[in-house]
């Protein structure tokens, strides 16, 4: 099924990838989306019903939920949160630059440590939507999030103008350390409708 059909049928787009697809449908393309250009937002996605097991060392974590789904029109902002549980025997400690859990942008869009045209610092072409910089999204939430705990990152997005499917794709990190050594990944679809 494609995306576009899970989102006109209100189903759940397959968790492929931590990050934010966004559409901006012109009136030709998709006539409703295009006519109402007003913000709306789908439930919030449930956390997974088993729990990972923790891991011996390093950096580790899993996917735990989402904001809900939304659809936007065109230079339209909304708030999105996603939320990890720490897998891993290491803290994550906000403020610390080699111990804080960034999300960072990951591929295919826009590419790893690539600027979004979704989001950024106003640095290298992004919008300037509050990020801690153009590659880097968000930083945890809770000052401390302990083995088994659950983090999360609050982060702002601005949909473009111009028609088409937009997609941000974003992966938990230790900044001056690694990404986190597990495949976390999620995907949260975003139709933006063109103007009237």
């Known amino acids: 099924m494609s995306l576009a059909r899970a989102l006109r049928n209100g189903l759940a787009y397959p968790i492929a990838a931590v990050g ?3 559409m901006i449908a012109a009136p030709s393309v998709v006539p409703a ?3 109402s250009c007003v913000a709306t937002f ?3 996605i449930a956390p997974p019903e088993a729990t990972p097991p923790l891991v011996i060392e390093g950096y580790h974590s899993a996917w735990y939920g989402q904001s809900g789904y939304a659809r936007l029109g065109p230079g339209q902002g909304a ?3 996603i939320a990890f ?4 025997p290491l803290g994550w400690y906000a403020g610390t630059v080699d111990r804080a859990a960034y999300l960072g942008t990951w591929g295919p869009d826009p590419g790893q440590d690539r600027p979004s045209p979704l ?3 106003g640095t290298q072409g992004s919008p300037d939507t509050g990020w801690p910089s153009c590659r880097r999204v968000a930083v945890q939430r809770p000052a401390y999030v302990g083995p088994g705990q659950v983090g999360w990152s609050t982060f702002d997005l601005r949909a473009p103008l111009a028609p088409g499917w937009y997609r941000l794709d974003v992966r938990p990190l230790i900044e001056r350390r690694n990404t986190f ?3 976390t990944f999620a ?3 975003t139709p933006i409708s063109g103007p009237p």
């Open 119 to 121: 989001g950024g610092d």
């Open 20 to 22: 934010i697809v966004v």
């Open 79 to 81: 708030t999105f949160t």
């Open 187 to 189: 995907n949260c679809p």
């Open 42 to 44: 789908g439930p919030g």
């Open 181 to 183: 050594s597990d495949n």
């Open 33 to 35: 989306l295009a006519s």
């Open 85 to 88: 549980l720490n897998t891993g």
